[in-house]
């Protein structure tokens, strides 16, 4: 038989997102996509950030954050930020909780 606080903790729902270089989806002139991979409830999803860098050099993975200061660290940010509040307005709504929904809160059209 279930405690009252076991079947709390099974509904908990919890988001990850980590932003990487996608070195599979090199574009013709040479720079590198980066990507959101978010991973909701034990399922994992990778999403463009439409961000792309020419050196991966400059790319810190353990800040996943460009080495240098950069206006696409701050888009970054920006993007993480806007999953955090659309997983929380469904969230706060009482609403599905899946990556479709996440991304029409967002209103990414495109997942790749």
Request: glycine share 0%.
């Amino acid at each position: 038989m279930f405690h009252q606080n076991q079947i709390q903790l099974t509904m908990i729902k919890n988001m990850t997102i980590n932003f990487f270089l996608n070195e599979k989806r090199i574009k013709m002139n040479g720079e590198i996509p980066i990507y959101a991979r978010v991973i909701l409830n034990r399922e994992k999803f990778e999403l463009s950030t439409k961000i792309t860098i020419k050196n991966p050099n400059i790319w810190d993975e353990v800040t996943q954050r460009l080495k240098t200061k950069s206006p696409l660290n701050k888009s970054l940010a920006d993007i993480e930020h806007d999953l955090d509040e659309a997983y929380d307005f469904l969230k706060f709504n009482k609403k599905v909780f899946n990556f479709n929904k996440i991304c029409e809160n967002l209103m990414y059209s495109e997942m790749e």
